[in-house]
């Protein structure tokens, strides 16, 4: 199983970004997928989930209303879309996969992805 997260990159407080998750060597459509990101000197912290169908989604309260999380079954990709940046939101973004979304959105996944980083200049 491989997860292959891509999208990161450098954006002013404001901005806008787009992370992808391309999933191979899985069933795309039999695990749920979700997203979370470790700041410098911190935990890793949960962002958001979406369940086999897409369905059924998790946000994060810090992300509610700013980010979108998608699953595109025909591409085995997973993305997040990131609107209105703080710079708070800085840090290394990882996908994770796995077979229920409760496992997803406890950060128990048995796959993950090598992250990408976001970096928001103020």
């Known amino acids: 199983v491989q997860l292959q997260a891509s999208g990161g990159g450098l954006v002013q407080a404001g901005g806008s970004l787009r992370l992808s998750c391309a999933a191979s060597?899985?069933?795309?459509?039999?695990?749920?997928m979700g997203w979370f990101r470790q700041a410098p000197g911190k935990e890793r912290e949960f962002v958001a989930a979406i369940g086999l169908t897409g369905g059924r989604i998790h946000y994060a309260d810090s992300v509610k209303g700013r980010f979108t999380i998608s699953r595109d079954s025909a591409k085995n990709t997973m993305y997040l879309r990131m609107a209105s940046l703080k710079s708070e939101d800085t840090a290394v973004y990882y996908c994770a996969a796995s077979r229920t979304l409760d496992t997803v959105v406890r950060g128990e996944s048995a796959h993950w992805g090598q992250g990408t980083l976001v970096t928001v200049s103020s």
């Open positions: 060597g899985l069933t795309f459509s039999t695990y749920a």
